[in-house]
């Protein structure tokens, strides 16, 4: 439905009020994984994708510890993160863009629907996960998966985005069920296009 004037501005000021709770949770969570504010625990992920990077990746080779269980696409992800500042750091500013671009896309789909609570369950999602919104790569293929899901209207390039998600960590490929039946089989061929130049590469 197309809101009211009205309501655009309460889901206006809505979206404000969930941007600034972002901010806050996201910077506690980034002060956790630089140590500046104590934590019970903390998984160590991110140093273990450093490993990843200084021992295999940035030769061009998958690591072969048994915890590497990604598709190939996640290689230059974390071999991006570990070029900025910072090993572990650099990790989480990483996952911190792509969280802001989820927000960012929830927060545009909120403006155009007025419905907001999208936006205000993905600012609290660290009071439920702690830091680890921003300590596993999980959020990069989340990114993906939303994208997908919010362009499902476009179901080509709904596809697109669920075929990246996929070679990020496979399970992206499931948003295609969000995809109306007569529009799947072209978002099966844009996943199936997205694939074939992502293998090529």
Partial sequence: HTPLPADRQAAARRLWTDWAIWLVLRLVALAIIIGWIPWPELANDLTIYGTWVTESLRFGRFPTDEMWQYPPLAGPVFVAGAWLPGQRLGFALLFLAFDAAIMAMLGRQAGRSGLSAGTRLWALLPVIVGPLILARFDVV?????????LSAARPAASGVLAAIGAWLKV??????????????PRAALGALGASALIAGV
């Avoid at 293929?141 to 939303?146: D, E, H, K, R, S």
């Avoid at 399970?171 to 799947?184: E, G, N, S």
């Fill in 141 to 149: 293929p989340t990114a993906f998966a939303v994208a997908a899901v």
């Fill in 171 to 184: 399970w992206p490929l499931l948003v295609l069920a969000a995809v109306r039946r007569p529009d799947l």
